[in-house]
């Protein structure tokens, strides 16, 4: 048909193929001349995938039927990606990006690279004039990150820092940021003097205890407002129109997303506006109770 592309509509040599046997046999890889995809269902030549349409059916070496996809973004998390720590999943993935309005040409700052599968996710979503800017403690994380942006394509629109954050980031004037590390408090003022003003963090958190004490933190800081705390809750089906029903399974808890907003410091206003009173600052390189007065 004219105008089908490579790999968009039809499979070509080095394009990446989502191989579904059934369930719970997915295989994502890129296909080469010569190679062979083996499963315990029998195998599949590469070379007979080569001028196919994606969403094509094909037989494997046993007679049993495939179908030829493109892979998403969320069939790659779930088995074409390398992990090495606890990773963000696609139901709270969404709802941050909506949070964050996150949009192409976003400048995005990420504290917590882990695996990296949130940078890819922001990676996605500000296109190509955007820019993702992710700082990660650990060297070994960093590199598996790197290696996963690059299976996705998306390692030239991210800069990968291998820095401990808390002791400040290099950028200003950021969109939004997403913070996913044990102890978020240690970057609020990191993140004050990086945002733009107005501008969103989504922090993501496994336990309640730590919302609790972030959420103090960012009281007692003062330039934060429009706080908000979810979690999200995802419930599947089984799609069979006999007995369609809830599925037995479900993912019953990952983490809870705080959303809040860099605003002027409090207090600041009425100090500083006209006919004000006594003058507060605070200083946004400083801790939570440097909160000074007088200043
Ligand atoms: C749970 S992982 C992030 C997972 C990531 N959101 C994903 O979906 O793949 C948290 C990461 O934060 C990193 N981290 C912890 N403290 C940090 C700090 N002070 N600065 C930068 N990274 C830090 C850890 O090394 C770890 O890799």
């Known amino acids: 048909m004219a105008g089908e592309e490579c790999c968009r509509d039809v499979v070509c040599e080095g394009c990446p193929v989502l191989l579904v046997v059934d369930e719970r046999r997915r295989f ?11 499963s315990d269902r029998g195998v599949l030549r590469h070379d007979d995938l080569l001028g196919l349409r994606y969403g094509s059916r094909v037989r494997l070496s046993s007679g049993v039927e495939a179908l ?15 992990r090495r720590s606890q990773v963000i999943y696609p139901k ?10 996150i949009e192409p040409g976003s400048r995005v700052l990420e504290i917590g690279v882990g695996s ?29 990150a790197r290696r996963n942006l690059e299976t996705v394509g998306l390692l030239d629109r991210v800069e990968l820092k291998h820095r401990d954050a808390r002791l400040g980031v290099d950028e200003e004037g950021l969109d939004a940021a997403v913070v996913d590390m044990p102890d978020p408090w240690a970057v609020l003022p990191v993140l004050h003097r990086a945002l733009r003003p107005g501008a969103g963090v989504v922090f993501f958190l496994p336990a309640v205890n730590q919302v609790a004490r972030l959420l103090a933190a960012l009281e007692l800081h003062g330039g934060w407002a429009e ?15 006999d007995a369609l ?12 997303l705080l959303y ?14 006209p006919g004000g009173g006594q003058r507060v600052a605070v200083r946004a390189d400083a801790r939570p109770q440097h909160i000074v007065q007088g200043g």
Do not use: K
Request: charged share 30%; with cysteine; hydrophobic share 35%.
């Open 116 to 144: 990296g599968y949130t940078t890819i996710v922001l990676a996605r979503a500000v296109g190509p004039e955007g820019r993702v800017y992710s700082y990660e403690i650990r060297r070994d994380m960093l590199e598996t």
């Open 28 to 38: 994502i890889f890129r296909v080469g001349r010569g190679r062979v995809q083996g």
């Open 260 to 273: 809040t907003r860099r605003v002027e410091a409090a207090g600041r206003r009425d100090a500083e506006g």
């Open 68 to 82: 030829v996809l493109q892979p998403r973004l969320v069939d790659y998390m779930e088995r074409g990606l390398r």
């Open 245 to 256: 029903r809830p599925r037995t399974t479900m993912i019953a808890h990952t983490g809870y």
């Open 92 to 101: 709270d993935h969404g709802f941050i990006l909506m949070l964050l309005d």
């Open 227 to 241: 706080n908000r705390v979810y979690e999200v809750l995802l419930r599947e089906y089984e799609p069979r129109c």
